[in-house]
């Protein structure tokens, strides 16, 4: 089992944090990459080396991969003429789990470049995440606020993460 996702599981469990991660993927922001940088950083490494390259990855994985997944699971919710809706409910499940299983695999290829990350030297966690986030939401053309209310709700539940 991947640390980073064990990590993602557990934090995304506590209050909170399931809507900030939303609101930062409604800015244009992967979740993914979000918890990634504050996974690094509280493993004692800065991601900004790596950041560009997990933009990449992060990108064309969803967009080939887990974006098409979640299309597919969002038409399904509505029933299709001909298709009886149980079956079209169960292959939606299904949907789900693959979608799930995607976002499990981009987990695991971002958690290998933090391997490649330096080593911390700033004492202040919390702005180092939010430096990177605000370095991620300016290549994504998202406001500064979203990486700031998505750091303090997860500084604020993560302390027993």
Not at 41 to 51: C, F, I, K, Q, Y
Request: with cysteine; net charge neutral; proline share 4%.
């Amino acid at each position: 089992m991947s640390a980073f996702w064990t990590f993602s599981v557990k934090l995304y469990g506590k209050d909170g944090v399931k809507p900030a991660c939303l609101a930062l993927q409604a800015a244009g922001m992967d979740v993914n990459v979000g918890l990634w940088i504050v996974w690094t950083v509280m493993n004692g490494r800065d991601p900004g080396p790596a950041l560009g390259q997990a933009v990449e990855l992060s990108a064309l994985w969803s967009a080939r991969v887990v974006k098409p997944l979640r299309t597919s699971r969002d038409h399904l919710k509505q029933p299709f003429q001909g298709v009886e809706e149980n079956a079209a409910l169960a292959l939606r499940q299904k949907v789900l789990a693959a979608e799930l299983e995607a976002e499990k695999l981009e987990q695991y290829a971002l958690e290998s470049l933090a391997q490649a990350c330096p080593e911390n030297r700033e004492e202040d966690r919390r702005t180092l995440v939010l430096r990177r986030l605000d370095e991620y939401a300016a290549r994504c053309g998202a406001a500064g606020q979203t990486a700031t209310a998505f750091v303090e709700n997860i500084f604020e539940t993560s302390k027993n993460v």
